[in-house]
């Protein structure tokens, strides 16, 4: 595996609270500082095997001690989303949340696959940096870093900048060569945050969605939108496509989808500009680089909802925001969120299949539930924290929901920035195969706007043995 951290140790220098005045370089993984009780990355084998035993690291329906996370399965098939929280990521003050959104004959296997393998991976790259560190007598935030004569906080932001345009390109460097997933044109989007203190590292492709409910100066609730929706008609998403003889266009029975097409047939028609695998496209423009933020929390900002689009396409931000701030419970939020998105696919489109809906909360104080909360709404701590272990088994057809709603829309109109990361350094990361078995890809019949719209020669359906 070649990816070793602690499980057990306790970071002593976490920040209490977001407002509280550390030195954002303080999450023992080497850094500098006086001699304290160290995650030291060596303690425990964290393996694609062992995963489902780590502490504090949730992926299926549930809530953690400052989170909740929901998904719903679509009347298409398999939930193709994916999510994660895992608390104590690197120490006691790091959170690590994502959510990801698979296409294509094989995107619910991409979408778990990367849920797993890439957070070890971010691991992986932390590890790599601090062994540099040790080897060179633990000079300060030096090596590659561009800005090591910067303030803590730029060189904080450096670090993870690298951390994740390593691990990204990692990450869709392993899935071209996975001897059992075929990502040919299958996928995934992917959204992912890392909050240490009172920092917020952001990297994402593809068109899921982060965003913040914030408090203004009245006290009143506003959304604050984090990420950008990779769309291929951003300007500077089609020139780069264009560029590498991608095709950028939409359909005229959908013309508010715009799709990426090879040069030379009208296939595979993907709604975004970038994401995890879709191999047939990455010559064409289709990129797995993420874009890149920093945002330093406030004691205004109450909560951060990462979703994919099954919810962006029927809800607003706002709307969002509102929902999860009135959620009778904390732990509830996620559920009702998406609840509130299924009846919205009703209302707006009665004729379409609803997408799958992943969402993961975070509420940034660090608190949830009490006993009485659950009492209020009849029911009780240990009837809700039975199914929130985040130890489960999921199986390899991904049925893991409750609930059957339906599947697979990419509808949006909004006004969206346009920032644009650039590729780091090389990194190499080996994660575990994992099996899959054949499916049957019948994601096209009676629906338009899919994220993959065509299929390609190579997914025909099989022919009979004579």
């Not at 002593?12 to 030291?40: H, Q, Y």
């Not at 001690?65 to 929280?85: E, L, P, Y």
């Not at 696919?345 to 009485?372: H, I, N, Q, R």
Request: proline residues 4%.
């Amino acid at each position: 595996m070649g990816c070793s951290v602690s499980t057990s140790s306790r970071s002593t220098c976490s920040s209490g609270s977001r407002g509280d005045a550390v030195s954002p370089l303080c999450f023992e993984i080497g850094f500098c500082g006086a001699k304290r009780t160290k995650r030291t990355f060596s303690d425990h084998v964290i393996t694609l095997q062992n995963l489902a035993s780590v502490p504090n690291r949730i992926f299926t329906n549930g809530k953690s001690r400052t989170s909740c996370i929901f998904t719903q399965q679509g009347r298409k098939g398999i939930n193709q989303d994916a999510m994660i929280v895992w608390e104590d990521f690197m120490s006691e003050d790091v959170t690590f949340c994502g959510v990801f959104d698979g296409h294509g004959p094989q995107g619910h296997l991409v979408a778990r696959k990367v849920r797993d393998a890439l957070p070890l991976k971010l691991l992986s790259s932390m590890h790599s940096y601090q062994s540099r560190q040790n080897g060179s007598g633990g000079a300060c935030l030096k090596g590659n870093l561009k800005k090591s004569d910067g303030s803590p906080e730029d060189r904080l932001n450096c670090l993870w900048k690298e951390t994740f345009m390593k691990s990204y390109k990692a990450m869709d460097k392993e899935l071209r060569s996975h001897p059992n997933l075929d990502c040919f044109c299958s996928g995934s989007t992917a959204v992912t945050i890392v909050k240490q203190g009172p920092n917020l590292f952001m990297g994402y492709i593809g068109d899921s969605r982060a965003i913040m409910g914030s408090k203004d100066s009245n006290g009143s609730m506003v959304a604050i939108q984090l990420t950008v929706d990779l769309k291929p008609d951003l300007p500077r998403e089609a020139e780069r496509i264009k560029k590498c003889k991608g095709r950028v266009f939409a359909l005229q029975d959908e013309p508010e989808v715009p799709r990426v097409w090879l040069p030379f047939d009208d296939a595979p028609g993907l709604a975004m500009a970038r994401a995890f695998g879709d191999f047939c496209l990455k010559e064409y423009g289709v990129i797995s680089i993420p874009e890149f933020s920093h945002r330093l929390l406030t004691e205004r900002d109450q909560f951060i909802v990462l979703a994919s689009d099954g919810v962006w396409d029927v809800l607003s931000n706002e709307e969002v925001v509102e929902i999860v701030s009135l959620a009778p419970t904390r732990s509830s939020a996620a559920r009702i969120l998406v609840d509130s998105a299924a009846r919205e696919w009703k209302l707006k489109y009665p004729t379409s299949k609803m997408d799958d809906c992943a969402v993961v909360c975070l509420f940034l104080d660090g608190k949830m539930d009490t006993e009485s909360d659950y009492e209020e709404q009849g029911l009780s701590s240990a009837t809700v924290q039975s199914n929130h272990s985040g130890n489960a088994i999921e199986t390899d057809d991904g049925q893991k929901t409750e609930l059957y709603l339906p599947r697979n829309f990419t509808v949006r109109s909004s006004e969206e920035s346009d920032s644009y990361g650039r590729v780091a350094a090389e990194f190499e990361g080996n994660v575990d195969a994992v099996s899959t078995e054949d499916q049957n890809w019948s994601g096209l019949e009676g629906v338009t706007r899919v994220n993959s719209l065509v299929q390609l020669p190579r997914f025909s359906e099989e022919r009979p043995n004579p």
